[in-house]
């Protein structure tokens, strides 16, 4: 795993950890937990927020993707508002990375 990657990871777990959750546990594996197992508008919409965010390097899914590397794990779910701006807020920054250099290398290929 690269060393970004990693690094990643272990600032999600803080995240989590910080609003109260597992703290081995990723946001986005938590999520994935809680949209399927107790489905509520929150769940959906942080889904939907954190898989569209993450699209550009893990395509359809990514918050199943993560539940599935991490299904041992007990999910607890945290304050909601703390995970809610804490998830908004980062997707928004990493997001607008993600989505810009692949909107690079679209416009790359194309050229």
């Not at 990643?8 to 990723?26: P, S």
């Not at 807020?89 to 810009?100: A, E, H, P, V, Y």
Request: glycine letters at 12%; one cysteine or more.
């Amino acid at each position: 795993m690269g060393y970004i990657k990693t690094v990643g990871i272990a600032l999600d777990q803080l995240g989590m950890a910080i609003c109260g959750g597992n703290e081995d546990c990723t946001i986005s594996a938590t999520t994935g937990y809680y949209s399927r197992n107790n489905p509520s508008n929150f769940w959906i919409l942080l889904e939907w927020i954190i898989n569209t965010t993450f699209y550009p390097v893990d395509g359809e899914g990514h918050c199943r993707q993560a539940l599935e590397k991490d299904k041992a794990e007990e999910f607890r779910q945290g304050y909601k508002l703390p995970l809610a701006v804490v998830t908004i807020s980062s997707c928004l920054i990493i997001g607008l990375l993600l989505w810009g250099i692949y909107g690079l290398k679209t416009i790359g290929k194309k050229a």
